[in-house]
Nanobody
């Protein structure tokens, strides 16, 4: 059983920065992704990173503001969020896959989510 635990979500102001963390055992075995779900909306892709951290890609809405990274020895993946906007308000989920990082519809394992609220 793969268990993912997110942390770092909180209430911030527009323009602030925030870093989310996601821990799991044997992180090196998985490509990792971050997704989010705003109230009344479907869950959407945010960012993904390959096992080696050599490759990553982002949703257009966060490109240039968010950065996904990972530290395999620490079994932790991160989402650095800069220049936050009210529309970034959502529950953020960490996800893992044994498949390819770009197959964003095929992530098998999910965390419980962490709330990020950006006030204007």
């Amino acid at each position: 059983q793969v268990r993912l635990v997110e942390s770092g979500g909180k209430l911030v102001q527009a323009g602030d920065s925030l870093r989310l963390s996601c821990t799991t055992s044997d992180l090196q075995d998985y490509a990792m992704g971050w997704f989010r779900q705003a109230p009344g909306k479907e869950r959407e892709f945010v960012a993904a990173i390959s096992r080696s951290a050599r490759d990553a890609f982002y949703a257009e809405s966060v490109k240039g503001r968010f950065t996904i990274t990972r530290d395999n020895p620490k079994n932790t993946a991160y989402l650095q969020m800069n220049h936050l906007k009210p529309e970034d308000t959502a529950v953020y989920y960490c996800a893992a896959t044994v498949g390819s990082y770009w197959h964003i519809r095929e992530y098998e394992y999910w965390g419980q989510g962490t709330q990020v609220t950006v006030s204007s």
